[in-house]
């Protein structure tokens, strides 16, 4: 894979396209090969490692937003979707048409959105988003807002100089925590209630990122909101904050082992998991480190939501990849077809997919190319099917009805 160093704006910009692709819910930044953001980096969910949110059993009327024309609805309810946003896959047009299952004939463009990024679903009526401004670091500002799908209200709910990275909401709403890039340094931020944003740490120098494997950019609140994690392999980061205070509850040591990185939190308890070039680790207040599974090395690990499965994605020297699915009742564990990756679980049993290709060196890319193809894996039966996106349109966040 080609290394790249983040000189300007032109390399963020692709930096966010690299990650954009990767995740459904748009996490934070990136375009073809590894990514930070999710989520799906992973981003404005009420978990920035999964986008999915419970909605109400009768979801709430929708603002009266104007049509989209020229604008298919596809019927995802059997995928458990309730409502998503789409977006063109042409980096050129930046629409952002909401769907919603009660009312598939009427796509409703949000043209708040048309501009933002780092999408996600706060709560079932409204989404949160990143307006960014500026054309260079020294100029930069991100605005980190929501729109209320109810009223069409939008609001600010915190800004900072430079540049905003991964995004996550706490499973309560009632705190935020992001990463900002300004002059050179990352800072990480925690945001409680109506409070100021504090920095958890001193702003740390960036040497630039690299496209190299295990590259990860994340935030994500942990089940019961009490920690809140950062990963960022480009200052070789990865630690766990007390949301209570802002205290660091722990931190990964860097150096011998290589990058920790790839982390998620499962959903029952405050565990949670990351590998570096040894294998992989868990992590929980009580019990600190112990090893979970020496020698793998995971990429875009998810649990699905009743715990029952952890899924990952490995790749051979060539590149190519698939996705390992581990039955954590038994250990046992099933594979997916190859040139697959993790990408978000929609129910207990279906995983979507994302489809990729041999690199072609075109633009950043490697060790694989992502395709367009989006795809669902059942695990209970192992049977894939084809996600019905109309043709040139992707998911970007969605509203899973559990």
Same mark, same amino acid.
């Given at each position: 894979m080609r290394k790249r160093k983040l000189t300007d704006l032109d390399d963020l910009r692709d930096m966010r396209r690299w990650f954009a692709a990767l995740a459904l819910v748009s996490t934070s930044i990136a375009a073809c090969g590894q990514p930070p953001a999710s989520p799906l980096t992973r981003s404005p969910s009420p978990s920035a490692a999964h986008s999915s949110t419970t909605?109400?059993? *009768?979801?709430?009327?929708?603002?009266? $937003?104007?049509?989209?024309?020229?604008?298919t609805c596809p019927d995802l309810s059997s995928f458990g979707l309730s409502r998503y946003l789409e977006r063109p896959s042409d980096s050129n047009r930046h629409e952002a048409v909401l769907c919603d299952t009660h009312q598939l004939d009427r796509p409703l463009a949000l043209h708040d959105l048309d501009s933002a990024q780092t999408i996600g679903f706060v709560s079932d009526t409204v989404i949160g988003y990143v307006q960014q401004s500026g054309i260079d670091? *020294?100029?930069a500002s991100g605005a980190i807002k929501t729109l209320d799908l109810t009223s069409?209200?939008?609001?600010?709910v915190a800004s900072q100089a430079g540049f905003v990275g991964p995004v996550a909401w706490s499973h309560d709403q009632s705190m935020l925590a992001y990463t900002t890039y300004a002059?050179?340094?990352?800072?990480?931020?925690?945001?409680?209630?109506?409070?100021p944003a504090i920095a958890l740490v001193p702003p740390v120098q960036v040497f630039g990122r690299g496209g190299t494997e295990g590259d990860e950019d994340l935030v994500a609140f942990s089940p019961d909101d009490q920690f809140v994690l950062f990963v960022d392999t480009s200052i070789n980061r990865l630690q766990v904050f007390?949301?209570?205070d802002g205290g660091e509850a722990y931190k990964a040591p860097s150096g011998q082992g290589g990058f920790r990185t790839m982390a998620t939190w499962a959903?029952?308890?405050?565990?949670?998991? $990351?590998?570096?070039?040894?294998?992989?680790?868990?992590?929980?207040?009580? *019990?600190g480190i112990s090893s979970f599974a020496s020698g793998v090395k995971w990429e875009y690990p998810l649990f699905s939501p009743d715990d029952r499965y952890l899924v990952y994605t490995v790749w051979?020297?060539?590149?190519?990849?698939?996705?390992?699915?581990?039955d954590m009742t038994n250990s046992t564990t099933g594979s997916s077809p190859t040139m697959r990756l993790s990408s978000e679980f929609l129910s207990n049993v279906i995983l979507l997919e994302r489809v990729t290709k041999p690199c072609d060196n075109q633009g950043p890319c490697g060790p694989f190319a992502l395709t367009e193809d989006t795809r669902t894996l059942r695990l209970d039966s192992g049977a894939e099917g084809q996600l019905p996106m109309p043709a040139g349109w992707g998911l970007d966040a969605v509203l899973v009805a559990h």
């Open positions: 909605p109400s059993r *009768s979801p709430t009327a929708l603002a009266a $937003f104007p049509v989209a024309a020229d604008v670091l *020294s100029h069409q209200a939008t609001s600010v002059g050179s340094a990352k800072d990480f931020w925690l945001k409680r209630g109506a409070g007390r949301t209570s959903h029952q308890g405050d565990h949670m998991y $990351f590998r570096n070039d040894n294998g992989i680790y868990q992590w929980d207040p009580t *019990s051979d020297a060539a590149g190519t990849t698939h996705i390992v699915v581990r």
